[in-house]
T-cell receptor, first 108, second 113 residues
């Protein structure tokens, strides 16, 4: 079945450092979404990528969808304490499968 | 709009008890889902519905029932609670099966002793 792997599982950074999380699928995806979950909160939709090689930016966040549509990345430039949380990818083919997430902690 | 609402926020059950977790959305979304979230396991799909009157099983459906009599409501029933069902449960909705942006409810934290 479709599997979505996400690495790393945890990442601790100093405020101001960059952060990247990667999402890899065992199958080609029709699209991929990214969500953020604050500690104790619920997942909140960030963005959806559909096209091969697509790159989208939201302020300090850059999202990429691989050429083969089997991997994706989320990069945060100059992290802030407000970036703390777990970042999930969700890959869709005929069904939506979530990665286990990357927990980001930021030391002020 | 209230978005997706879930009740209760917290619940403690004894093994063997049954209960219903409520989920409602006021966005006229066709597609609704139930997930459970366990440490280290990510979000796992329990059941989903593509519209009123239509439901289907997800990845981990055993021990749970759902129904969808209206577009707005999608309750999740635990038939006979087990400690393995201790988890955080999230309800989510999206416009339809072809639009993947999901809106999650605040979650229900369930403990089964």
């Amino acid at each position: 079945g479709q599997q979505v792997m996400q690495i790393p599982q945890y990442q601790h950074v100093q405020e101001g450092e960059d952060f990247t999380t990667y999402c890899n699928s065992s199958t080609t995806l029709s699209n991929i979404q990214w969500y953020k979950q604050r500690p104790g909160g619920h997942p909140v939709f960030l963005i959806q990528l559909v096209k091969s090689g697509e790159v989208k930016k939201q302020k300090r966040l850059t999202f990429q969808f691989g050429e083969a549509k089997k991997n994706s990345s989320l990069h945060i430039t100059a992290t802030q304490t407000t970036d703390v949380g777990t970042y999930f990818c969700g890959g869709s083919n005929y069904k939506l499968t979530f990665g286990k997430g990357t927990l980001l902690t930021v030391n002020p | 709009n209230a978005g997706v609402t879930q009740t209760p926020k917290f619940q403690v059950l004894k093994t063997g008890q049954s209960m219903t977790l409520q989920c409602a959305q006021d966005m006229n979304h066709e597609y609704m889902s139930w997930y459970r979230q366990d440490p280290g396991m990510g979000l796992r799909l329990i059941h989903y519905s593509v519209g009123a009157g239509i439901t289907d099983q997800g990845e981990v459906p055993n021990g749970y029932n759902v129904s969808r009599s209206t577009t707005e409501d999608f309750p999740l029933r635990l038939l006979s609670a087990a400690p393995s069902q201790t988890s955080v449960y999230f309800c989510a909705s999206r416009i339809d099966r072809d639009v993947y942006e999901q809106y999650f409810g605040p979650g229900t934290r369930l403990t089964v002793t």
